[in-house]
């Protein structure tokens, strides 16, 4: 049996990680543990497990998130329409940005035909219609993710519509400014 102990480098403040390792009788050598969101290898050196953890956020998808988002406005910019699958990505991407920087359930936002999520602490709603609606179009969202369009501008032409005493997302946006 080994002890194992790991102080996770994101936070000194963490007690460590303290796992008991026991190679199954007639398996020596065992060389990987899965645990949570990594797994631990034996090092081949000190014959000792050491943690190699899963990246916290995928680089290579953030990366091609925010090219969607940089394809998304340059069509726009061009008077053209994005593909469709790349203005997804975009929506997408903003819509867990926006989720990120207001978590919660008391606001669903709703991006037709792409995606809806809720964010915003408060009460939440469990069936039916929510209280606290926002919705617009693709275009209008990334831009006001963006920064290229205000909310209350966006509000006053009828491109958001918001319902509810929660749904005013102006204090959030933009959420990047590329």
């Not at 034996?42 to 014959?47: A, F, L, M, Q, Y």
């Not at 053209?80 to 203005?87: C, F, I, N, Q, T």
């Not at 975009?90 to 037709?112: F, M, T, Y």
Request: net charge neutral; aromatic share 2%; glycine share 8%.
């Amino acid at each position: 049996m080994e002890a194992l102990e790991h102080h996770s480098p994101a936070s000194l403040a963490e007690p460590p990680l303290q796992l008991m390792v026991t190679e199954p009788a007639g398996v020596a050598g065992l060389q990987r543990l899965d645990v949570g969101h990594g797994h631990l290898e034996r090092s081949h050196s000190t014959g000792t497990f050491l943690p190699v953890r899963a990246p916290a956020c995928n680089v290579v998808r953030v990366n091609a998130s925010m090219e969607a988002v940089s394809r998304t406005l340059s069509a726009y910019a061009a008077g053209e329409r994005p593909e469709r699958a790349v203005e997804k990505a975009a929506v997408k991407h903003l819509l867990g940005l926006l989720v990120q920087r207001a978590p919660g359930k008391s606001v669903e936002v709703r991006i037709p035909p792409y995606a809806a999520v809720q964010c915003v602490e408060g009460t939440h709603h469990t069936r039916g219609t929510p209280p606290n609606v926002v919705e617009t179009g693709a275009r209008t969202f990334v831009e006001l993710a963006t920064g290229r369009l205000a909310w209350a501008e966006a509000v006053a032409d009828g491109r958001v519509r918001a319902s509810g005493t929660r749904a005013d997302l102006g204090e959030l946006l933009p959420l990047i400014t590329p």
